[in-house]
């Protein structure tokens, strides 16, 4: 399984654009990235994933580096509502996501 | 709203007790995965049904045990409860395959005391 490592804890302004490193170094060739972010007393919320493009939804864009041992999570404006634990995971076909400590993102107003 | 719906949302049981949570997968998912998740940690993988045959697992002893129904709904069956099975339970379902979404409930909070 590939291991990631993630700031603990990370701060933005209201209105700003947000960029949440991951790195994950033992990725193998076949892994997805994942990221998920879980606000408080709820179920994780899937946000966006890519293999080696870049992404893009409405809810964030994922830049993936080139050699795939890194990639970067972009809120383009956080909100408070951004306010949450954001988690990256390589997914495999072995069918389990494994989540680590992820990062906390505050928001402030 | 992920189409992903979980019973009950809350409840407390005794130690040694037993309890089955329950969850409906989004419309269409043959895929469902539950996760364990202790207060303050990430959620832990428990095991995963595709098309009603257990498809992974993860570090858990047997007591933990699951349901897959034709519809693709499930079930998690917890035998002889203990203090640190209290944590957050959680189901995802999704079509399978490491390409897809996954989508995830709001969990059922047990509390063994």
């Known amino acids: 399984d590939a291991k990631t490592t993630q700031p603990n804890s990370m701060e933005s302004n209201e209105e700003e654009p947000v960029h949440l490193p991951c790195n994950h170094s033992t990725i193998s060739g076949t892994d997805y990235i994942h990221w998920y972010r879980q606000l408080p007393s709820q179920g994780p919320e899937y946000v966006i994933h890519g293999l080696t493009s870049n992404v893009n939804n409405r809810m964030a864009s994922l830049a993936i580096a080139e050699d795939r041992k890194s990639s970067t999570l972009i809120l383009h404006r956080a909100t408070l509502r951004d306010a949450a634990v954001y988690y990256c995971?390589?997914?495999?076909?072995?069918?389990?996501?494994?989540f680590g400590q992820g990062t906390t993102l505050q928001v402030k107003p | 709203e992920t189409g992903v719906t979980q019973s009950p949302t809350h409840l407390i049981k005794t130690r040694g007790q037993q309890v089955t949570l329950r969850c409906s997968s989004q419309?269409?998912?043959?895929?469902v995965s539950w996760y364990q998740q202790a207060l303050g940690q990430g959620p832990q993988f428990i095991f995963q049904y595709y098309r009603e045959e257990e498809n992974g697992r993860g570090n858990f002893p047997p007591r933990f045990s699951g349901l897959q129904f034709p519809n693709y709904s499930s079930e998690l069956n917890v035998n002889a409860l203990e203090l640190d099975d209290s944590a957050l339970y959680l189901c995802?379902?999704?079509?399978?395959?490491?390409?897809?979404?996954?989508?995830f409930g709001e969990g059922s909070w047990l509390t063994v005391v």
């Open positions: 995802a379902s999704s079509l399978g395959g490491f390409a897809n979404t996954i989508y």
């Open positions: 419309s269409g998912h043959n895929t």
């Open positions: 995971i390589p997914y495999s076909n072995t069918g389990k996501l494994i």
